[in-house]
């Protein structure tokens, strides 16, 4: 699969929301490192984790998708960016999902949910059975850069079972994110529980979007199919 066929469902390309971009020209300098590989589609999912600075609103982020995607328009770049939201998991968001404070992705019912990094006695599990219960999707990211589930890597196999989807970040396959995260990506993919590759991009020189190379190692790792599936296929169904 080429890298121009890449849908990235997780990036921070929305500037001012969140650790992303702080101003719109750095968004659009990020933006251009997609376009230069031709990508033609992200999703922008700023974080989300009530009362903290960043909490903007679906609301918000939506005109914020719309206010990047008129700049990109006038400054030449094709790029189509589809709005979403990447959901701290907390307790109780049940609550907050019925208030409609939660953004899906594009227009699915997919919720992009991240589990917290170092809190390994918080079991992220349980509030991801409000959102089943509402018969809503949840896509787990990055879950190999979480302690909970380096410590627990089998839970990843019973909750896919369950019908919860799982997101990784390409840079955790690349070793970006140390060798634990390597290595439980590798393993979430012999057990063939991926269902999205991301890029969880943040700017457009740390955490950035695959460049050709990078591409190149990643198809050394991924077999071609299963790599379609993940990078293309998956993300289009969310559309
Ligand atoms: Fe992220």
Same mark, same amino acid.
């Given at each position: ?29 990020? !933006?251009? *490192? ?5 990508? $033609? ?21 939506? !005109? ?40 899906? *992705? ?33 896509i787990l ?16 196999? $019973? ?14 396959? *690349? ?6 995260s390597q290595?439980?990506? $590798? ?10 590759? !991301? ?37 289009? $169904?969310?559309?």
């Open positions: 699969m080429k890298l121009s066929d890449f849908i990235d469902i997780h990036t921070h390309i929305l500037p001012g929301l969140d650790d992303g971009p702080k101003e719109l020209s750095e968004s659009i300098v990020l !933006a251009r *490192l997609y376009t230069d590989v031709g990508i $033609k589609m992200v999703f922008a999912t700023p974080h989300f984790l009530p009362g903290t600075a960043w909490s903007a609103s679906p609301e918000k982020i939506l !005109a914020a998708t719309q206010m990047l995607q008129d700049s990109l328009h006038h400054s030449g770049s094709k790029l189509i960016l589809i709005p979403g939201m990447e959901i701290a998991i907390q307790k109780n968001m049940g609550m907050n999902l019925d208030r409609g404070r939660y953004l899906p *992705l594009g227009n699915s019912s997919a919720y992009l949910l991240e589990p917290p990094f170092d809190s390994p006695s918080f079991n992220p599990l349980e509030p991801l059975n409000e959102f089943l219960e509402r018969q809503q999707q949840v990211a990055h879950p190999e850069r979480s302690e909970y589930f380096q410590l627990y890597p089998q839970t990843l196999q $019973k909750v896919h079972s369950q019908g919860v989807a799982i997101q990784v970040n390409i840079g955790s396959l *690349l070793g970006w994110f140390g060798q634990q290595e439980l990506a $590798k393993q979430l993919l012999v057990w063939d529980i991926i269902d999205y590759l !991301a890029s969880d991009a943040h700017s457009s020189e740390h955490r950035r979007p695959p460049n050709l190379q990078e591409w190149q190692t990643l198809q050394e790792i991924i077999n071609p199919a299963t790599l379609r599936k993940l990078a293309y296929t998956n993300p289009k $169904k969310l559309l």
